[in-house]
């Protein structure tokens, strides 16, 4: 019996109408299960991760 994730993966590889990148699916995939709500979350955490790791490197090089 396949792993549904991985048939699923491939199942939308093989549609070449999609014309999505291979990571850009992996990422689609992995983040289909959350709400808009966790999915906005998410990405507001990245993004201060993002400033945190940009003052770190900026104290660093000063």
């Known amino acids: 019996m396949p ?4 048939s699923e993966v491939c199942k939308n590889i093989r549609q070449p109408a999609r014309q999505v990148s291979i990571p850009r699916l992996l990422i689609e ?23 945190l790791l940009v003052a770190a490197s900026n104290n660093v090089s000063n």
């Open 3 to 6: 792993h549904k994730v991985g």
């Open 29 to 51: 995939s992995a983040l289909a299960s959350e709400t808009p709500t966790q999915r906005k979350q998410a990405i507001e955490e990245l993004f201060a991760l993002n400033r």
